[in-house]
């Protein structure tokens, strides 16, 4: 059996000719990399496998809370800008972004009230 390959960083995927089999490039701390082609049954018990071990802590990872974001507007169209992060930004029409932040302000209130358990 082959040493362990400690893979850290997913370099390239993509779906072979036929779309059967998926293709994952991986490379280690040291850049030496290698290519894994996994067929649907191999998939699908790796999915199983990632929402059984994630199945407590989804609800964590599945909420992005960011620590940076803007608030603008177009120059050349009526646009309100709203980005978070450095990913690209949300153009909204003046009343989508008027609803928004009615919703937002609501939620905000609910959060506000809302007595939350502690976790140990």
């Not at 809370?65 to 507007?73: E, F, S």
């Not at 930004?89 to 609910?110: I, K, V």
């Amino acid at each position: 059996m082959a040493d362990k390959f400690f893979a850290e960083l997913i370099t390239s995927s993509e779906f072979d000719g036929a779309g059967e089999r998926l293709e994952i490039t991986v490379s280690n701390s040291t850049g030496g990399s290698q290519t894994l082609s996994l067929g649907p049954d191999a998939l699908a018990a790796l999915a199983e496998i990632v929402l059984e071990r994630s199945a407590p802590h989804s609800r964590e990872r599945l909420t992005k809370i960011p620590k940076r974001y803007a608030v603008g507007h177009g120059r050349h169209e009526p646009f309100v800008m709203l980005r978070f992060e450095d990913e690209p930004a949300y153009g909204l029409s003046a009343s989508q972004a008027a609803d928004l932040a009615e919703a937002l302000l609501e939620e905000a209130e609910t959060v506000a009230d809302t007595r939350y358990a502690m976790r140990q």
